[in-house]
């Protein structure tokens, strides 16, 4: 078939789907066993130097800080990010410097709260290099793909624009219609950390609120590391099983993290602590405030319970359940200069 | 005379007007989202609004800081995934298309990637995220923007996301969906189209008290000005009142 046009972005994630197969038949267990470990351990175990690693949730909902801040705590050097709808988990692993490469769909972007001075800093300086575009529908059907085993996706999207010259992407000839159309090589991240609100001790998960991309991320990630709210009984997964969004064998690592998300907003159960975010957003404006934050949020504490206690304890946790179910209106500093 | 409204409003409730009852429109981050909100508060109730993240139909409380924030599905008809609403975006259900837009040029093509080139950039911008979707499956592409002659350009440095490319037919030749593409431009200073035959940008109306020396002077491109140009309608009390009550913070409307 004909390639009519292709783009100059780098393939990361990909392989051969008979390769993956037997890397799947090899590696993936399918035994239901406890797979409950630390954090540190996950991070250990499943995190090399250089690996391609993807974030679930929303870039700021439903993300695992917990993963996220472990990873800046062992040193992680020259990993790639899958930047899929990044925002403040992207913006503090590559503040770290933890990240030299980035595949964007979206990132260096705090949505309303504005830009992120800490990754366009380094993506402005060359220090986290852009290694290929494309956009948040491509990012997941490159997921997508991957879950199905093939090799690629089509889609009718990025064809025209420069996303598309940037990206990994290749134009064919349809065959059925006759018109061009995007093939989307599929995308098997090496790790994937996601955080959900509950889970057995083998993995079988549950998500509340929209599912975004995760049911296709979790199959397409070849290790996946669950952080969770909590760890519930297995009879009550199975009590709905419907409610299952990922099923054991996917998993490779589970961990309990109560506020596993914070700063992030955890739907139903706490919103984004503004006040943290600003602080980071205001620190991260210099390369000393972005050494200050991490000696004093990730360095500088024992574990994550310890983090929680320094960001406000209790009393803070308990405001942001008010604010995330509507029950307390929501402030920011980053408002107060909008006035 | 001072008028008694911001520019953020009248960019707010001009934007709602575009929108109609019983069509659906998906929804990107800020101004968008003020203005889906408002249109579902006064002349268009059953407007459906999709979020990226997988909120579909909801009843939004409060404005949302992002497209993914749980109140984007609250009390909503579905919280899905992604993939469900871009397919179904890309299966033609979608009405309408809501971006911001950083920097266009005359046919709609809209930069929010990178100022300069794009391995040395002098300014980073966020990237698609789903703007390059909407712009490709929406039917018709509503951009909300800031007009300067630095945004309005002859030439974007780079196209994130399609608008007429380069001219009638070339969305069709590249691929895209037929039919669809931006619909209307809205800025601080006036509402514009596209022309029917050229597919460039058209005045349609200016904002009360803009001139058309305004609209041309931040410009960077020709804009083309036909013999009629209407004046938008500036926001009711009832209309600055809902505002505020739908963002009560001032995120985006200001305070």
Known sequence: MKVLSEGCGELIGWHDPDEHRAWVRANKSRDLKDKRMTIADAVEEYVPDGALVALGGFGHVRV???????????????????????????????????????????????????????????????????????????????????????????????????????????????????????????????????????????????????????????????????????????????????????????????????????????????????????????????????????????????????????????????????????????????????? | MKADYTATELLATVASKVLEDGKSVFVGTGLPMIASMLAQRTHAPNLLIIFEAGGIGPRVPVLPISVGDSRTFHEAAAASTMHDVMSLSQAGYVDYGFLGAAMIDWYGNINTTVIGEHDHPKVRLPGSGGANDVGSFCWRTILLMRQEKRRFLKKVDFITTPGYLTGPGAREKAGLPAGAGPYRVITQLGLYDFDEATKRLKLLAVHPGVTIEQIQDNSEFEILIPDHVGTTEPPTPEERRLLREIDPTGMAIGK
């Open chain 1, 64 to 339: 695992s800080m917990a993963g996220v801040y472990e990873i800046i705590r062992q040193r992680k050097k020259h990993l790639t990010l899958a930047g899929k709808t990044a925002v403040h988990d992207s913006d503090i692993l590559i503040g770290a410097g933890c990240v030299d490469r980035i595949e964007v769909a979206y990132a260096f972007g705090h949505e309303m709260r504005g830009l992120s001075p800490a990754s366009r800093r380094a993506v402005e300086t060359g220090q986290c290099k852009v290694v290929a575009e494309l956009s948040n529908a491509v990012y997941q059907w490159r997921f997508l793909a991957a879950m199905m085993g093939l090799p690629f996706i089509p889609t009718r999207n990025m064809l025209g624009t420069d996303t598309l010259k940037y990206s990994s992407a290749k134009v064919i000839k349809d065959p059925f219609s006759g018109k061009p159309i995007c093939l989307v090589p599929a995308c098997y991240p090496d790790v994937v950390f996601m955080h959900v609100p509950r889970c057995d001790m083998y993995g079988n998960a549950q998500i509340d609120g929209t599912i975004i991309e995760d049911f296709e991320l979790a199959r397409a990630a070849r290790r996946l590391i669950l952080t969770t709210e909590e760890i519930v009984p297995e009879s009550e997964i199975r009590r709905q099983p419907w409610q299952t969004a990922i099923p054991f064998f996917f998993v490779d690592a589970v961990v309990e993290v109560p506020y596993g998300s914070h700063p992030c907003q955890m739907p139903y159960l706490y919103f984004f602590d503004e006040e943290h975010i600003g602080e980071w957003l205001r620190m991260s404006k210099s390369l000393e405030g972005v050494k200050e934050y991490f000696d004093k949020y990730v360095y500088g504490v024992k574990d994550f319970t310890d983090y929680l206690e320094l960001v406000g304890g209790l009393r803070k946790l308990d405001y942001l359940k008010k604010v995330e179910q509507l029950r307390a209106p929501m402030t920011a500093p980053w408002l107060k200069k909008r006035g």
